[in-house]
């Protein structure tokens, strides 16, 4: 070959070519047959083998390819077979394994290239060198083999098979119907066309960054060739394919040698499918390294998933996707889990979704039957999954704390644990000693705090629910009054039980926050312990009692709409000698009841008793009910989701609030308008007689009322204990041509409600985000 002459005097060269052969032919039984090699010549190539010149064997003893069995090979032009062993295996013994080149020293060893065996055994490929030629389809082998002629400063030649084009002008062709080379081949030859790739040149590189061959100089962008060779060893590469999750289970696909990037990724695959198709699916065998699984007997699916050594990969080793089997109604791959993930887009919209619902979706969409008590633990795990868990929240409260701390400098976070110590109930209850466990959290946020002392009035609702959690416990809640007469959530609490001890501590924490040098005044409801622990430890405050639960308990034992009735009319008697009259017509009706009623003497319940620094004439405990209600939906999630939507909560409506009183023209707030309008209009039946400067006496009949402008007061308390001018004093304003909203009171007014929201509640990040304080977790009771 021509090769074997430009390579001449450059010492020893290394030389690897490649022949691709796809059906190796056995000729003649191994006698000795002249093979011509025809190829094609590139005109752009000035190392082409034409038709007229051929390698004799002078010029190279022997070249053939291996195949993997080792037995058949594929002999070049000018060689012939020799068939030296009559033995009866019919194996033939080859005179010569090297090719040597005597123009120089370059030659074919057992060394770096990896030759033959030295031996003579033709039928088992030589084990002396550093690569098997059987093995020249093992794409690594190949990339040491590029890098071991790198590494000599040498450059690979890989002679690949070429497809064969179109004749173009000048090209050299051979016609595998030509008589005359049919009889050159000799019998049995079938007339294959083989064409090399460019040969790239073994010669040293010019000064100018070209290389040279023969004296002829070439440009540097053949010396890409290089790197097309390595990317065509690196394309045959064996691939696998690789699966890909999808959102619709119809779309899954699998197949044998599939990758999986863990087995949890097959089992969930694996599901989808069985539950879809209504395949009774089981995994047999479900350890670190392998899953299998097979369907019911006698069914033929199997999927069997291995792990791959040496790296992170599972392949689908074993795959039959056939099925023998009938739709299974009880499928046991659709388990709670399952579901769980199913489910929670619904769980998330409707919490509280019936279980005779998750049934009828369940059936509907898969066709499975499931029991009440799976879709009972589908729920609470859709719960879960969405909320989060309740365990691992408890766990986490040291860090949340130290969170809302830090987003929020002027909060109070303040939380109680119990650590139980050698001796104690710890034993008998199965709790660990040294462990912190959970008892109270208590939580004012700043903006709430802030905006209570700026815009407050000092009457305090106080309330306690209970949370629908399997865990249990209580959520105490402090509602102050806006300047619109809504509701301004203070604090909130979280404790084990309500009692007079878990009172005490909210109270005493509020307290704190909101200074105890006033007179405030806190409604509640007849709560467990409340009552007392007012009684005994702040009989300085006053404490009433909303009217609609008094009534609620007074109809228990004294049944009938005259006594419901007759207590809202003293409820809202403002002053004392209309409260006796009511009183006493109750007293003649049933004296069981007014006897009843008599007894409330720790509480306040009617409006006369009222005291007038709270700017508040409310009976009825609604502030901490309408909250309560609003967050009734949170009440069953863990502990610190539940705070966070009702911070999220307080977020929104602050921000609300602060865009609706800008649309408000008037000085005083919607709500109060149109009660100073109710009142307005009952003026007309008051008659103002001008006393003195600022005092009148109003008159309807026998009925007299003495009004003091000055001092904003009523001989009815009603202007006294809410701020607002009654019907008797707005006769009066009217009298002296004035606007009654001069008289009312300022925390009344839009400019105080703005200053109430304008403080915010400040926005946190999630958990992935907190801080680690290096607490022990938080445990449970």
């Given at each position: 070959m021509t090769m074997t002459k430009l390579v001449m005097g450059h010492g020893q060269i290394h030389v690897y070519v490649e022949h691709p052969v796809y059906e190796p032919i056995l000729i003649n039984g191994g006698n000795g047959v002249p093979l011509d090699i025809v190829v094609e010549p590139d005109h752009d190539d000035p190392f082409v083998v034409s038709d007229s010149e051929s390698c004799s064997s002078s010029e190279l003893e022997r070249s053939f390819d291996g195949y993997d069995n080792g037995q058949d090979y594929y002999a070049s032009s000018?060689?012939?077979?020799?068939?030296?062993?009559?033995?009866?295996?019919?194996?033939?013994?080859?005179?010569?394994?090297?090719?040597?080149?005597?123009?120089?020293?370059?030659?074919?060893?057992?060394?770096?290239?990896?030759?033959?065996?030295?031996?003579?055994?033709?039928?088992?490929?030589?084990?002396?060198?550093?690569?098997?030629?059987?093995?020249?389809?093992?794409?690594?082998?190949?990339e040491v083999e590029i890098l071991e002629c790198r590494r000599l400063g040498k450059e690979p030649i890989v002679e690949e098979p070429i497809v064969e084009e179109p004749q173009q002008d000048?090209?050299?062709?051979?016609?595998?119907?030509?008589?005359?080379?049919?009889?050159?081949?000799?019998?049995?030859?079938?007339n294959s066309d083989y064409t090399t790739e460019e040969l790239l040149s073994l010669s040293e590189p010019s000064s100018d960054g070209g290389f040279q061959v023969d004296g002829i100089k070439h440009s540097e962008s053949d010396a890409t060739i290089n790197e097309t060779v390595v990317d065509n060893v690196r394309r045959r590469r064996k691939t696998f394919p690789v699966f890909r999750p999808v959102s619709n289970p119809d779309d899954l696909v699998f197949e044998k040698h599939m990758l999986f990037t863990s087995a949890k990724q097959f089992k969930e695959a694996i599901t989808e499918y069985a539950v879809k198709g209504g395949w009774g699916v089981k995994f047999v065998k479900n350890d670190k390294v392998r899953v299998r699984a097979k369907c019911q007997p006698p069914c033929k699916f199997t999927a069997y998933l291995a792990k791959l050594p040496r790296e992170m990969s599972w392949q689908l080793k074993t795959l039959n996707m056939e099925h023998t089997c009938t739709k299974s109604f009880k499928n046991p791959r659709c388990s709670a889990n399952f579901l769980a993930k199913k489910l929670m887009k619904k769980v998330r919209r409707q919490p509280d979704i019936k279980l005779r619902d998750i049934?009828?979706?369940?059936?509907?969409?898969?066709?499975?039957?499931?029991?009440?008590?799976?879709?009972?633990?589908?729920r609470e795990k859709a719960q879960e999954f969405v909320d989060g868990s309740y365990v691992e929240q408890y766990n986490q409260l040291w860090d949340y704390c130290a969170e809302l701390r830090r987003s929020s400098p002027?909060?109070?976070?303040?939380?109680?644990?119990?650590?139980?110590?050698?001796?104690?109930?710890?034993?008998?209850?199965?709790l660990q000693t040294g462990l912190p466990y959970f008892e109270r959290l208590y939580i004012c946020w700043s903006g709430c705090k802030q905006g209570f002392r700026v815009g407050y009035r000092p009457i305090i609702g106080l309330d306690a629910c209970h949370l629908k959690t399997k865990i249990g416990g209580q959520l105490m809640v402090a509602i102050a009054r806006d300047p619109n007469e809504e509701y301004f959530p203070l604090a909130v609490a979280v404790v084990e039980s309500e009692t007079k001890d878990s009172w005490i501590w909210f109270i005493n924490l509020l307290l704190a926050n909101i200074g105890d040098e006033k007179r405030w005044t806190f409604i509640s409801d007849q709560q467990k312990g409340l009552v007392q622990a007012f009684a005994d430890k702040w009989p300085q405050y006053e404490h009433r009692i909303c009217c609609k639960h008094l009534c609620n308990n007074l109809r228990k034992q004294y049944p009938g709409i005259m006594i419901r009735e007759l207590l809202w009319k003293a409820a809202k008697a403002t002053y004392a000698h209309e409260f006796e009259r009511i009183m006493n017509e109750m007293k003649d009706i049933d004296e069981g009841a007014y006897n009843w009623l008599k007894g409330h003497t720790t509480t306040v319940w009617t409006r006369h008793m009222f005291r007038t620094d709270a700017l508040s004439d409310t009976i009825i405990n609604n502030m901490c009910e309408s909250f309560?209600?609003?967050?009734?939906?949170?009440?069953?999630?863990?502990?610190?989701?539940?705070?966070?939507?009702?911070?999220?909560?307080?977020?929104?409506?602050?921000?609300?609030?602060?865009?609706?009183?800008?649309?408000?023209?008037?000085?005083?707030?919607?709500?109060?308008?149109?009660?100073?309008?109710?009142?307005?209009?009952?003026?007309?039946?008051?008659?103002?007689?001008?006393?003195?400067?600022?005092?009148?006496?109003?008159?309807?009949?026998?009925?007299?009322?003495?009004?003091?402008?000055?001092?904003?007061?009523?001989?009815?308390?009603?202007?006294?204990?809410?701020?607002?001018?009654?019907?008797?004093?707005?006769?009066?304003?009217?009298?002296?041509?004035?606007?009654?909203?001069?008289?009312?009171?300022?925390?009344?007014?839009?400019?105080t409600y703005k200053a109430c929201y304008e403080h915010t509640i400040d926005p946190l990040n999630s958990a992935n985000m907190w801080t680690s304080t290096g607490l022990p977790p938080v445990h449970l009771l």
């Open positions: 000018g060689d012939n077979f020799n068939d030296d062993d009559d033995s009866d295996d019919g194996n033939d013994h080859w005179g010569d394994f090297f090719a040597h080149w005597d123009g120089g020293d370059a030659h074919w060893d057992g060394g770096s290239t990896g030759g033959w065996d030295g031996g003579r055994d033709g039928d088992e490929f030589g084990s002396g060198g550093a690569r098997d030629v059987g093995d020249r389809n093992d794409d690594s082998d190949d000048g090209a050299v062709t051979t016609d595998s119907n030509d008589s005359s080379e049919d009889s050159d081949m000799g019998d049995g030859v079938m049934q009828e979706v369940v059936h509907e969409k898969y066709v499975v039957n499931i029991s009440a008590g799976k879709a009972s633990r589908a002027g909060s109070t976070v303040l939380m109680k644990t119990h650590t139980f110590n050698e001796g104690e109930l710890a034993t008998e209850m199965d309560n209600s609003r967050i009734l939906k949170f009440r069953g999630k863990p502990i610190i989701s539940m705070l966070e939507e009702i911070r999220l909560y307080l977020i929104s409506r602050f921000q609300q609030n602060r865009n609706s009183i800008m649309r408000v023209k008037s000085e005083l707030c919607s709500k109060i308008c149109k009660r100073l309008h109710r009142e307005k209009v009952g003026s007309g039946r008051w008659l103002a007689c001008w006393a003195s400067d600022t005092k009148f006496e109003v008159k309807n009949g026998l009925q007299s009322f003495i009004v003091d402008l000055a001092k904003g007061v009523c001989g009815c308390r009603k202007w006294d204990i809410t701020g607002i001018p009654c019907c008797h004093a707005v006769s009066c304003i009217f009298f002296n041509r004035e606007q009654a909203e001069k008289y009312t009171n300022a925390c009344y007014h839009t400019s």
